[in-house]
Nanobody
Framework: QVQVAESGGGLVQAGGSLRLSCSAS????????MGWYRQAPGKGRELVAT???????DYTDSVKGRFTISRANAKNTVYLQMNSLKPEDTAVYYC???????????????WGQGTQVTVSS
């Protein structure tokens, strides 16, 4: 079992910045990749950014040049630095961790509860 928890959301004015943090804990052999997704009111959940264990990153077009995903040295913590925030970035942001079970060797995805990011105009 793996637990994923996000923090760092809040209310910010357009053009401002926030840094989201996510930590994975529990019983697992390794974390292969982590990512951030978001869901705005009335919309589906969409990919924001992902990072592999080797450091390869991927971003959705709408956040390229503004958001940066990174991982801590321990590799079980991921950050999302969000700069030049826009009102359309307003959403609940969810952290995802891809973990390999130490018991079954399965590679499974786990989700956090989400953290609210609100960008005012």
């Amino acid at each position: 079992q793996v637990q994923v928890a996000e923090s760092g959301g809040g209310l910010v004015q357009a053009g401002g910045s926030l840094r989201l943090s996510c930590s994975a804990s529990g019983s697992f052999f390794s974390i292969d990749g982590m990512g951030w997704y978001r869901q705005a009111p009335g919309k589906g959940r969409e990919l924001v950014a992902t990072i592999s264990n080797g450091g390869t990153t991927d971003y959705t077009d709408s956040v390229k040049g503004r958001f940066t995903i990174s991982r801590a040295n321990a590799k079980n913590t991921v950050y999302l630095q969000m700069n030049s925030l826009k009102p359309e970035d307003t959403a609940v942001y969810y952290c995802n961790a891809e973990a390999r079970s130490s018991r079954s060797w399965e590679l499974l995805r786990y989700w956090g509860q989400g953290t609210q990011v609100t960008v005012s105009s």
